[in-house]
């Protein structure tokens, strides 16, 4: 399996990371749930600044990136420490990417491991994350790795 290393995310890293992290959950939130492009990027910025207000210094809050051994950054990893329903022992992983030119190398489930390594090191004994449904390379990723599905919502459009 290849390997990455977890460091705390730099200055410059989390204003990119913020920037694309919001992007994509915008475009994932129209593509699902029905909102406009500015309405689905609106709302992800706002509950990115609420999640983090104190941006990288927000107690309970790890952004990590992940870089190979020679240094090279290849992605990230976005974990709270407590779980946003307050599920007790629970940590909660809001966001994790590899970027897209070093996709397919399994470096998605190094960063899914070693982020798993930083929550037992705090002292957390399971971690919970959410996946959109239509994600299917995604959902495999994580049920390979021995994630179980424990809660599921469902939609189905009217119409007009």
Not at 116 to 130: F, I, K, M, Q, W
């Amino acid at each position: 399996m290849s390997t990455v290393t977890l460091r705390p995310m730099t200055d410059a890293e989390f204003a990119g990371f913020r920037s694309a992290a919001a992007r994509a959950f915008a475009d994932e939130l129209a593509a699902t749930g029905g909102w406009s492009p500015e309405e689905a990027l609106e709302r992800a910025l706002q509950g990115s600044a609420e999640l983090l207000p104190q941006g990288r210094a927000t107690p309970g809050m790890l952004l990590l990136t992940a870089v190979l051994d020679d240094g090279t950054a290849v992605g990230w990893l976005w974990l709270g420490l407590t779980h946003p329903r307050g599920t007790p022992d629970c940590a909660f992983v809001y966001d994790i990417e590899i970027a897209e030119g070093h996709r397919g190398a399994g470096l998605g489930r190094a960063l899914l491991a070693a982020g798993e390594d930083v929550v037992r090191s705090h002292g957390v004994a399971a971690v919970e994350l959410n996946v959109f449904g239509d994600n299917a390379r995604a959902i495999g990723l994580y049920t390979s790795a021995g994630y179980r599905v424990v809660t599921q919502q469902m939609r189905k459009d009217l119409g007009a």
